[in-house]
């Protein structure tokens, strides 16, 4: 258990809708990462936040959006949905690579499927 | 631009045997990390290794090691005595801090698959 939470694991929706996927970082850490996996493909880094501030942007498409809120957990959301976008997005967050590696901890993943 | 390669995009071992998944990085830093990720078929990311730029002696967990070659760039992998569960996608990625904090850059992955 990495310690960061991912809901919902799974989300069917059609095209055009609009879906919100929320992860919660593990207790302490202040940083947090979406990247996004289509089929068979890497990881796609789209955006980061940095205690509640927004650090560094990917190729993140002008219909997503995210924001991380004051108890530093985080939404992404994803409207005018299209085929393309069905994919696994990974919500990590890190710590201060002081006394640790300061490696990312992944959450399980939100599988999203748009019909 | 921070940039990692994997230029194995599949890989076989036979079981019990060794493998080295290839890692190449792109850096003008001094000070970086460099991690190896395991994405098995069920999906979760797995932390498998870590190699900070400042450290001298390649890092070991277990039946992982990171052959680090920091002159050439290169963060290998190392699986000795592969095992049927070592069948998974491996992801090299890199570690910087800038003015806006940490951030991580991944490989494009190597797909392992270990034969019985």
């Known amino acids: 258990d990495s310690g960061v939470t991912q809901t919902p694991k799974h989300l069917i929706t059609a095209t055009g809708q609009r879906v919100t996927l929320r992860c919660s970082p593990r207790s302490g850490d202040l940083s947090v990462y979406w990247y996004q996996q289509s089929l068979d493909q890497g990881l796609q880094f789209l955006i980061q936040?940095?205690?509640?501030?927004?650090?560094a942007k990917g190729n993140i498409l002008e219909r997503f959006s995210a924001q991380q809120f004051p108890d530093l957990h985080s939404e992404l959301n994803l409207s005018s949905l299209e085929l393309g976008d069905s994919a696994l997005y990974f919500c990590?967050?890190?710590?201060?690579?002081?006394?640790?590696?300061?490696?990312?901890?992944f959450g399980e993943g939100s599988r999203l499927t748009v019909l | 631009a921070q940039k990692i390669t994997q230029t194995q995009p599949g890989m076989f071992v036979q079981e019990k045997e060794a493998v080295t998944l290839d890692c190449t990085y792109d850096t003008s830093d001094q000070s970086y990390g460099l991690f190896w990720y395991k994405q098995p078929s069920s999906g979760e990311m797995i932390f498998l290794i870590y190699q900070g730029s400042y450290d001298e002696q390649n890092a070991t967990e277990g039946r992982y090691s990171l052959n680090f070659q920091k002159a050439r760039k290169s963060a290998n992998l190392v699986i000795s005595a592969s095992q049927l569960g070592d069948s998974a996608m491996y992801f090299c990625?890199?570690?910087?801090?800038?003015?806006?904090?940490?951030?991580?850059?991944f490989g494009p992955g190597t797909r392992l698959s270990v034969l019985p």
């Open positions: 990625a890199m570690r910087r801090t800038d003015n806006y904090g940490q951030n991580f850059v």
């Open positions: 990590a967050s890190s710590g201060l690579a002081l006394a640790n590696t300061g490696e990312l901890f």
């Open positions: 936040y940095y205690n509640g501030e927004e650090r």
